[in-house]
């Protein structure tokens, strides 16, 4: 990959940024974008990284890393940035999902956890069928009758509030321990 000047440099695949989009992308500190859907974050963010890569703003060996919501946003952005800027240079931007990024870093020091905590090796995160199946196991019978996103909400609102050691016996502080340890899977029948 060529080296472009930072004031040579300009937005790839013909693009046209508006001044202070141009401002953005060529700043040496941090920037906050507030835009509605659609309005172009996502080229924002990919002719940023272009910028970076091409100008060598991030030397090599450095990466970028980029951190999304959703798994498709994180692949649009990162095959945006390989269009621009080639595999290579491409190769050196990092883009996934904040539970992607989150189970990199467990894997990462897995072995640093207690036993007591660490999770099986072929865990996975955010799989609602398991986490449903826990709390099930853990005697939870849903007695408000809440069904999707309200059942998924609120599995997480009581996941998230557990805090280590576990100290109360309630249906997350017993779902916990299946989760990190196993004994409940999609496969398994619970009644």
Known sequence: MNIISPDEWTPCDGVILEAAADKAVRSD???LVIAGPGAGKTELLAQKAAYLLQTNQCRD???????????????NLKERVEQRCGTEAGGRFISMTYDAFSKSLLDH??????????????????DDTVIDAAFKKAGFKNPDGLRGSRLKKYYD????????????SGFAEASWPLLLRG????????V
């Open 183 to 190: 004994g409940v899977g999609p496969s398994e029948n619970f």
């Open 29 to 31: 500190s941090h920037v």
């Open 61 to 75: 060996p450095q990466r970028i890393l980029a951190i999304s919501c959703k798994k498709d946003a994180a692949q």
């Open 109 to 126: 020091f897995l072995y640093a956890l207690p036993v007591a905590l660490r999770p099986q090796p072929e865990y996975q995160i955010n």
């Open 157 to 168: 609102d009581s996941l998230s509030g557990v805090t280590l050691p576990i100290d109360k």
